[in-house]
């Protein structure tokens, strides 16, 4: 039997209990266990300047505070400590404390969703554990396997990995570690047995938990084990349920968080009490009981602020705005999105790089906030005459959710930078832009609201179509907008014209161009390709996109004081084919800007090296870079790069060559990348594509979204450059249209395959 439950935090031991240490090192682990993690870090801290020679005792001491910056979600210092711990115990030839870091280690990269190297890690672990032959050490390393193989999606072998654990715990007579071991063997045990099975689990592991004494870890026991059933009645399912007694579910559930909640109360552990009091809250939440929920909501709040624990408070805020908004108390529910977003928008980051869970659950934990409240605007601002108060609604809305499109960008990227740049930005819905107009399209469950911005005023437009329609309508177009031997794509294109352009058309009459901000599964596609059943979208207005409204303050490119750098690859390379007419497409480009610009250089095929084009960066300063060559933007960042002639280069390679230094405070004014692909279907690897103007910290990015016919992108590149210098004072948004719209002139170049791929991120003057 599969459950869809998530476990968002799997129990881990460290090395609390491993060793026999100075009572000096103890006095941290108090502080620990009660939750007081930063005055532990602070002690710890104090005890490790003291340890220089002392390798054993530095290496416990590395470990707890390891735990401690984790526990905080500091997890560039944790690196930092487990990776000395690691040295150490190389160094000290100690399997016992090497097994023990190394599976700490293992959790650690978990954390981050990292399965693979927290797999390899916790091999390791166990293979050192081996040597020591102590059942304590072999638990602990089993139950890192256990973790990463259940986060990897092997459940039965995690189960009987955990099993092993158990064993080997109860051999040692630490019963509580074995507890732990089996508490994480239940979360597995959901997803191959039986609920049946599970319940037997269940009531074995919660035999032993009563046996325990009452302390943090028995009160953290006790509300994974509430969580973990919880989350079973959540993902629901009567199919699921139809074997099991869902009264009883709820027995366990509650008394679990109940008796949690207790034991926090009598050790003073406001942490504990706080996440217990919100997990009550959350059951109630399940049962539609929303007097009782929010009492318990309440009482959750009030721990979390008397600890200040920002990243379980925000939860509790969000819980108590859903329970609002369910009563229709809809003016309180804002209130209540508003403290969770504020409170979650400085932790964010953090936070999603702090705990683990699966790839992807950004969607769920920090997108629902900020487009929660947004939502609750939108339907504030609907129902309001006055206009003033409409537009700070709408303003509003838009900015809670632009904090979802810059954090977006940071989880992809999972750059700091990113924020950093775009702090040096300006809003777009600030600016005098004449003839502009800004799209900016929200996909919420229930609806779609297509928000545009004229000469700084908001119009609102409600279109009664769900997330998951209009999803699958753009999944679907997609792959339409590839299929050159058909036109069924037209469907599509006309039925999307209806719901993104048609109810704010009327907005448009003195728009000559449109920048979009794409909101989701809206990256995916080209939205110039959109037909109105006479013309695309781009034969009527000029197309550019960005991924948030934050941009370098736009403006045009001084052409005379401009030196451009061409680089190609042609020949076929690292298994990628041959691209014969970029010679074509850079000899092209080279004497539409002779006599054009004050310079231009060019490297192809060999001379394109990741050290050559580095070098030359370093030496010279260029408007434009220009890389005809493959390009691969995938949902995993470490997988986008452009090809060079030895090697790849990442986005993290092309930010450090070209996008700090000197171009922070000069950016360069446009990056194009003409042969690069983003995976199909995939709205973060469009995310990647979308947000590559940012992360080389320039003004403007062109790319394709799709690898082109090599003929196609020499004439249209050639032909884009061609309007821009031959027209100054063009924007580049309209240079694009010129080249796109002579394509679809021709018959040979009519379909979108061969035009629309053609995107203008950023700056498009």
Not at 26 to 49: C, M, P, R, Y
Not at 423 to 436: E, G, M, S, T
Not at 564 to 587: C, F, H, M, R
Not at 664 to 688: H, I, N
Request: charged share 20%.
């Amino acid at each position: 039997m599969k459950t869809k439950i998530k476990l968002l935090i799997f129990i881990v031991c460290i090395t609390n209990a491993a060793f026999s240490v100075a009572n000096n090192i103890q006095t941290g682990d108090v502080f620990f266990q009660n939750g007081d993690f930063k005055q532990a870090i602070k002690h710890w801290e104090n005890e490790l300047s003291k340890l220089d020679n002392q390798v054993s005792q530095r290496i416990d001491v590395l470990t707890r505070l390891a735990a401690a910056y984790q526990a905080v979600g500091k997890h560039g210092q944790m690196f930092s400590l487990l990776s000395e711990a690691v040295s150490l115990t190389q160094q000290s030839k100690d399997m016992a404390r090497s097994a023990i870091v190394l599976s700490q280690l293992s959790d650690a990269w978990l954390s981050i969703g990292d399965t693979e190297e927290a797999l390899t890690l916790a091999d390791d672990s166990f293979a050192d554990a081996e040597e020591t032959k102590k059942p304590s050490i072999l638990a602990r390393a089993a139950n890192s396997q256990g973790n990463a193989l259940a986060v990897a999606g092997y459940y039965p072998e995690a189960v009987e990995a955990y099993k092993n654990g158990i064993s080997y715990a109860e051999q040692a007579g630490d019963f509580a570690l074995a507890t732990k071991i089996n508490i994480n063997r239940l979360n597995a045990t959901l997803y191959t047995e039986p609920l049946d099975k599970a319940m037997q689990v269940l009531q074995e592991t919660w035999q032993k938990l009563q046996k325990l004494p009452d302390n943090r870890d028995k009160a953290a026991h006790f509300i994974s084990l509430g969580t973990i059933v919880l989350e079973l009645l959540q993902a629901d399912s009567s199919t699921q349920l139809n074997n099991f007694d869902k009264k009883t579910a709820l027995s366990y559930v509650y008394t679990a968080f109940s008796k949690a909640a207790d034991i926090a109360k009598i050790i003073k552990d406001n942490r504990t009490a706080s996440v217990a009091y919100g997990r009550l809250g959350e059951l109630y939440e399940v049962e539609n009981r929303y007097t009782e929920a929010l009492t318990f909501t309440r009482q959750a709040i009030f721990f979390a602020k008397q600890g200040f624990f920002p990243h379980i408070l925000y939860r509790w805020y969000w819980m108590q705005g859903r329970i609002f908004k369910a009563q229709q108390e809809f003016d309180l529910a804002i209130d209540a999105f508003r403290l969770a977003s504020d409170t979650l928008k400085p932790i964010q980051q953090v936070l999603e790089i702090g705990y683990r869970r699966l790839p992807g659950n950004f969607n769920e934990i920090v997108k629902p906030v900020h487009y929660g409240l947004a939502d609750l605007l939108l339907q504030k601002a609907a129902s309001t005459d006055d206009v003033e108060t409409k537009q700070n609604l709408l303003l509003d809305a838009v900015e809670k959710a632009e904090l979802v499109k810059v954090a977006e960008l940071q989880e992809y990227f999972q750059d700091e930078c990113v924020s950093s740049l775009q702090a040096k930005n300006v809003r777009l819905d600030r600016l005098a832009l004449p003839n502009i107009a800004i799209l900016y399209p929200l996909a919420l469950s229930d609806r779609l609201v297509v928000l545009v911005n004229i000469d700084g005023t908001f119009h609102q437009a409600v279109v009664p179509v769900t997330s998951e329609k209009l999803n699958e309508v753009v999944w679907d177009f997609r792959l339409g907008l590839q299929t050159r031997p058909n036109n069924r794509f037209l469907n599509q294109a006309k039925q999307l014209y209806d719901w993104l352009i048609r109810p704010i058309e009327s907005h448009l009459a003195n728009v000559d161009t449109i920048v979009v901000v794409p909101d989701g599964k809206l990256r995916m596609i080209p939205l110039s390709t959109l037909y109105d059943g006479n013309q695309f979208l781009i034969e009527k207005y000029a197309m550019a996109l960005t991924p948030g409204l934050k941009l370098v303050n736009p403006q045009s490119i001084e052409w005379n004081s401009s030196e451009i750098l061409l680089v190609g690859l042609s020949d076929a390379v690292q298994g990628y084919p041959p691209l014969p007419n970029v010679p074509k497409e850079l000899k092209n480009i080279k004497n539409i800007t002779k006599n054009n610009i004050a310079g231009d250089e060019s490297m192809l095929n060999t001379e394109y090296s990741l050290d050559n084009f580095n070098n030359n960066l370093k030496s010279n300063e260029y408007s434009v870079i220009h890389l005809a060559t493959h390009g691969e933007f995938d949902a995993n960042p470490d997988d986008t790069y452009l090809l060079t002639y030895d090697s790849k280069m990442t986005m993290d390679k092309l930010q450090n060559v070209i996008g700090l230094g000197r171009f922070r405070d000069k950016p360069l004014e446009m990056l194009t990348l003409s042969a690069c692909k983003t995976a199909v279907g995939d709205d973060r690897a469009a995310l990647g594509l979308a947000g590559v103007a940012i992360k080389a910290g320039a003004r403007s990015a062109v790319a394709t979204l799709w690898f082109v016919d090599d003929e196609a992108t020499s004439v249209a590149i050639s032909d884009f450059y061609k309007e821009l210098l031959s027209n100054r004072g063009l924007s580049k948004a309209k240079a694009l249209q010129n080249a796109q719209k002579k394509l679809i002139a021709q018959e040979r170049y009519w379909h979108p395959a061969y035009w629309a791929p053609f995107l203008l991120i950023g700056n498009w003057l």
